[in-house]
């Protein structure tokens, strides 16, 4: 049986070493977060999170930025379970320690804090940072919608659709396909618009989202948005209907 050429031996050798970091953080994770449970009524393994991060990363990303799907497993190591930043930039290098850092809230502050804290800082997010919190975000709704916490009630959900949706607007921009996943996992949701007068609802933010990334003007009117083929959005009493376009269709844009 003929040999490789030296060619395709070298070529192959750098994937294969992705995919043992890969699994090595697999490992890593579902050792590190083995007692902890989805806040949902299914009470879920907290590493099913994780795995669907890193995949929704994976694919907008087309697979190719191993690190980024690391930092997308660990994405919660240090704020969650005590894991230091030392030991993952010993472990998995200092690129995936700088972006878990980057994506990590600071305990020290209150919920409420944090969760503004989280609003103000999305914008200053590196591109590659920006992406892990967008797959974050949509993991958390499609949660929402198939095993909600038991104790939230219609209004807890709502909040949190609405604050995660200003989280991923500051990030708008970076992924369009992971854009799109956000949307589709708002309309999964299947809430109504919060009714405090003081915030836009869901689908009017969902338009304004669509505006950024067509980059339209601040005024814009719905006859730009369909121009763009960007989305139709309907917004009702009886939930949010979302129906997204063709545009930026392509995975893996950055």
């Known amino acids: ?5 030296s060619g395709t031996a070298v070529s192959a050798v750098p994937v294969a070493r992705d995919l043992v970091r890969i699994t090595q953080a697999f490992d890593f994770v579902a050792r590190a977060h083995v007692d902890q449970r989805r806040k949902g009524e299914g009470a879920e393994p907290y590493i099913n999170h994780l795995a669907e991060v890193a995949h929704l990363v994976a694919e907008a990303t087309g697979g190719t930025d191993a690190n980024l799907i690391i930092a997308a497993l660990l994405h919660d190591a240090i704020e969650d379970v005590g894991v230091s930043r030392t030991q993952i930039a010993d472990i998995f290098g200092e690129d995936v320690a700088a972006l878990v850092a980057e994506v990590t809230d600071d305990k020290s502050l209150t919920k409420a804090e944090r969760k503004q804290w989280q609003i103000e800082a999305a914008p200053k997010k590196s591109p590659r940072a920006k992406i892990i919190k967008i797959a974050d975000k949509v993991a958390n709704l499609r ?3 198939v095993s909600p916490p038991p104790d939230w009630s219609e209004d807890q959900k709502r909040e949190y659709v609405w604050w995660s949706s200003q989280v991923v607007a500051g990030c708008a921009g970076v992924n369009p396909w992971l854009e799109d ?6 309309r999964s949701a299947k809430l ?26 601040e005024d814009f009117d719905d006859d730009q948005l369909k121009a763009h083929g960007a989305v139709d959005v309907t917004d009702d009493h009886r939930g949010l209907g979302i129906i997204i376009g063709q545009r930026h269709r392509t995975r893996g844009e950055t």
């Open 1 to 5: 049986m003929s040999q490789p050429s």
């Open 143 to 145: 949660s929402i919608a």
């Open 181 to 186: 996943q956000f949307a589709q996992a708002c």
């Open 192 to 217: 109504p618009p919060a009714i405090d007068h003081d915030k836009e609802s869901v689908a009017d933010f969902l338009k304004r989202f669509e505006a950024i990334k067509a980059g339209l003007p």
